[in-house]
């Protein structure tokens, strides 16, 4: 216990993602002082961008937005469309198979694509995807060399996790956390 004069100062996190400084010290018990907002994790910082890339998405069955990333640095970044210079779904409708729409490039493989198109090297990246990877995306992400698939919720193929553990890519499951 120090003497009143002099007060130490701690930081209490909450789940809300704010912080407040507590002061303690002197014989009275610990008083919150101030609030500030908590600095993001690198994590929620990407997936934040990829949800905001998805906002660019023009198939309203799904927008999903995807952000490589090497270093902390953006690599490049996709929204699933349509073929360049074809008319948007939510202009001309979908071109439905199965029931899903094929009218579209996903997400991931847009910003593959955009890195391909830029000459960007891509091995050994993380790719931030709001949904995970259905298996055609999976698989070349796989074969692009990315180690790291970090997604914000769980869109519809279960096998990507089994393989991901055999050819040793991290999954990432951000569907919990706080970054929404
Ligand atoms: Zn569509
Ligand atoms: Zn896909």
Same mark, same amino acid.
């Given at each position: 216990m120090?003497?009143?004069?002099?007060?130490? !100062?701690?930081? *209490?996190? /909450?789940?809300?993602?704010?912080?407040?400084?507590?002061?303690?010290?002197?014989?009275?018990?610990?008083?919150?002082?101030? %609030? &500030?907002?908590?600095?993001?994790?690198?994590?929620?910082? %990407?997936?934040?961008?990829?949800?905001?890339?998805?906002?660019?998405?023009?198939?309203?069955?799904? +927008? *999903?937005?995807?952000?490589?990333? /090497?270093?902390?640095?953006?690599?490049?970044?996709?929204? !699933?469309?349509?073929?360049?210079?074809?008319?948007?779904?939510?202009? *001309?409708? +979908? &071109?439905?198979?199965?029931? +899903?729409?094929v009218?579209?490039? +996903?997400?991931?493989?847009?910003?593959?694509?955009?890195?391909?198109?830029?000459?960007v090297?891509i091995?050994?990246?993380?790719?931030?995807?709001?949904?995970?990877?259905?298996?055609?995306?999976?698989?070349?992400?796989?074969?692009?060399?990315?180690? /790291?698939?970090?997604?914000?919720? %769980?869109?519809?193929?279960?096998?990507? %996790?089994?393989?991901? /553990?055999?050819?040793?890519?991290? &999954?990432?499951?951000?569907?919990?956390?706080?970054?929404?």
């Amino acid at each position: 216990m120090m003497d009143g004069g002099f007060w130490t !100062n701690r930081k *209490v996190f /909450r789940k809300d993602g704010q912080s407040f400084s507590v002061f303690r010290g002197d014989g009275t018990g610990t008083k919150a002082i101030s %609030f &500030m907002a908590r600095r993001i994790d690198w994590d929620t910082y %990407f997936m934040r961008i990829a949800r905001e890339v998805s906002g660019r998405s023009t198939c309203d069955r799904k +927008h *999903v937005g995807a952000v490589i990333v /090497r270093d902390r640095t953006i690599l490049s970044t996709g929204y !699933n469309g349509s073929i360049s210079g074809m008319p948007h779904c939510d202009d *001309v409708g +979908h &071109m439905m198979d199965g029931g +899903h729409c094929v009218a579209t490039i +996903h997400a991931e493989a847009n910003a593959i694509l955009q890195a391909a198109r830029n000459g960007v090297m891509i091995k050994g990246a993380a790719v931030y995807i709001s949904a995970s990877p259905c298996w055609n995306c999976f698989k070349m992400i796989a074969n692009t060399g990315i180690r /790291r698939i970090v997604y914000g919720e %769980f869109y519809r193929d279960e096998r990507i %996790f089994e393989i991901a /553990r055999t050819v040793g890519i991290e &999954m990432v499951d951000l569907s919990e956390a706080d970054w929404k």
